[in-house]
């Protein structure tokens, strides 16, 4: 079983910053590929960016490309979001989560949720 904890949430004007982090536990971290997804009011859970055990082969969904920054610490246990250049439509409760699989932005393939973290743009 694995478990994983979300915070870094909060509230930020557009064009601000905040960093989420994903604490995990549970079995061997460094053996799953992790994934950030979101879900904003009235929307499907979207991928968002996504990154493999070893720290390489990041992946980001189109709108957030240049503006986010997916990364991990596995002495840490730890995985990370830095989100730069806020915009309103980033705003949406942000869920982490861990695959056994490739990188995927298919969310079935993710095995392990977090109960997500809340981020608020205000224009």
């Known amino acids: 079983q694995v478990q994983l904890v979300e915070s870094g949430g909060g509230l930020v004007q557009t064009g601000g910053s905040l960093r989420l982090s994903c604490a995990v536990s549970g079995r061997t971290f460094s053996r799953y590929n992790l994934g950030w997804f979101r879900q904003a009011p009235g929307k499907e859970r979207e991928f968002v960016a996504g990154?493999?055990?070893?720290?390489?082969?990041?992946v980001y969904v189109e709108s957030v490309k240049g503006r986010f920054t997916i990364s991990r610490d596995n002495a840490k246990n730890t995985v990370y979001l830095q989100m730069n250049s806020l915009k309103a439509e980033d705003t949406a409760v942000y869920y982490c989560?861990?695959?056994?699989?490739?990188?995927?932005?298919?969310?079935?393939?993710?095995?392990?949720w977090g109960q997500g973290t809340q981020v608020t743009v205000s224009s």
């Open positions: 989560a861990a695959t056994s699989s490739a990188v995927s932005v298919v969310r079935p393939l993710y095995n392990y």
């Open positions: 990154i493999g055990w070893r720290g390489g082969s990041a």
